[in-house]
Nanobody, 121 residues
Framework: QVQLVESGGGLVQTGGSLRLSCAASGRTFDTYNNVGWFRQAPGKEREFVAAVSRGGYITYGTDSVKVRFTISRDNAKKTVSLQMNSLKPEDTAVYYC?????????????WGQGTQVTVSS
C-alpha cells in the first residue's frame, strides 16, 4: 500500500502563489514511485497537471501550467511538491497527488484525499 497526503492548499488572490506538498509512505512506494498531480474543478473532469518520475523525468499537462507551475521531489523525504505561481481563478480546484509505475504513468494506483486551492479574482 501507498499512503499519500496532500497539504498546502488554501485561498489566494489572483497572481499569488501556493506550494502543494504530497507526502508518501508505505513500503510499496518503492515500486509505485512515479508521482503525478491532478486537479478537478466543480462540474469538470479531472485534469492532469504534472508528473515526476523517481529519476527526475518531468512532464506537464498544458503550456499554461508549464510556464507557471514547477513540480519537484525529494526522494529522501518521499515528498513531491508543486510550486504554483501567477495563480488564476481557473486554477481553482481540488488538487490530488497520485502514485504509479512506469513512465509515462498509464495507471495511477494510489491517490491522496486532495487539497482545495481557491484563487479569488
Amino acid at each position: 500500500q501507498v499512503q499519500l497526503v496532500e497539504s498546502g492548499g488554501g485561498l489566494v488572490q489572483t497572481g499569488g502563489s501556493l506550494r502543494l506538498s504530497c507526502a508518501a509512505s508505505g513500503r510499496t512506494f518503492d515500486t509505485y514511485n512515479n508521482v503525478g498531480w491532478f486537479r478537478q474543478a466543480p462540474g469538470k473532469e479531472r485534469e492532469f497537471v504534472a508528473a515526476v518520475s523517481r529519476g527526475g523525468y518531468i512532464t506537464y499537462g498544458t503550456d499554461s501550467v508549464k510556464v507557471r507551475f514547477t513540480i519537484s521531489r525529494d526522494n529522501a523525504k518521499k515528498t513531491v511538491s508543486l510550486q504554483m505561481n501567477s495563480l488564476k481563478p481557473e486554477d481553482t480546484a481540488v488538487y490530488y497527488c497520485a502514485a504509479g509505475t512506469g513512465w509515462p504513468v498509464r495507471n495511477y494506483a494510489y491517490w491522496g484525499q486532495g487539497t482545495q486551492v481557491t484563487v479569488s479574482s
